[in-house]
Structures are given as C-alpha cells and as structure tokens.
C-alpha cells in the first residue's frame, strides 16, 4: 500500500532541494500533525486517518481566511491560500457541485430524511464518503437546501 505519509515525506526532500521554503513549511506542519496523533495515540496513521487531519487543517484554514478578511488583513488570508493549495495537493480530488448534490440527494433518499430534524442521519451518511473531497460546511447548505423543501 502506497502511504501518503510517504509521498509527504518525499515532496518534504523536494522542497528542501528545490529550496521553496513556503511548500516545506505546510508540509512539516501537515507531518507534525500526524507525528502528534501517532505519538498520542501510540499507533501508525493509515491514509484514511492522514486525510482527516489534512481535512482538518483545511478547515482551521478557512476559518482564519474568513476571520483575516473580516478584519482586512489580505496579507494574512494570501499566507492561508497558499497553505490550502498545498494541503489540498495530498487529498483525494475535490467533488463537483453537481456530483455533491446527487449524493445528497442519494441520502436523503436512503436515509427517508424530511425535514431538519434528519440532518444528522444525512450527513452521517454523507461525511466518510465525501472527507478530504468536500467542504462539509457547504454541503450542509444543500442538504438543508433540499430538506426545506
């Protein structure tokens, strides 16, 4: 099995030769985050487990551009772009807005979902099928979208 954790530890040597100091910074920070959880929990990440961290990472990332750009500092937010690109570089690739409506759409039909009250059901659904390929924050608006109706 490929690991990813490999492939990071490989473009961390690249960046390195290639002396782009801003790749290697998001990559020993995306290796640190993994090294923090094996050591806390005394076990190897497998990919699955690796792109909920990155996943995560993308998140924290978000958040700070919105807050930056709230509060003006462009600076700040361009830092953040350039950290996403690199994160986003290892995940699976992203899912289109037509093909996140049809798994909604999927769900709510397998899950019998009709109102609000069944968003947890949905995304329970939703969520180990689509980390790492969306934004699960948006896809909580479709899925409100279609069960508003």
């Known amino acids: 099995m490929d690991l990813l954790k490999n492939r990071i530890k490989d473009d961390m040597k690249s960046a390195m030769k ?5 790749k290697l910074n998001v990559i020993r920070m995306i290796l640190a985050a993994i090294k923090q959880i094996e050591v806390d929990e005394r076990i190897e990440l497998d990919n699955a487990r690796i792109i909920v961290v990155l996943d995560k990472m993308l ?3 978000r958040e700070s551009i919105k807050q930056f750009n709230e509060a003006g500092r462009t600076d700040l937010s361009d830092i953040e772009e350039a950290e996403i690109l690199v994160i986003q ?3 699976p690739v992203a899912l289109t807005e037509q093909e996140i409506d049809s798994m909604v759409g999927k769900a709510i039909a397998d899950t019998g979902a009709t109102s609000i009250k069944d968003m947890g059901k949905v995304m329970g659904i939703l969520k180990p099928q689509m980390l790492g390929r969306a934004d699960m924050s948006a896809v909580s608006v479709v899925i409100k979208a279609k069960l508003a109706r």
Not at 18 to 22: C, D, S, V, Y
């Open 59 to 61: 998140k924290q990332r």
């Open 18 to 22: 290639a002396k782009e100091k801003g």
């Open 89 to 91: 570089g290892y995940l």
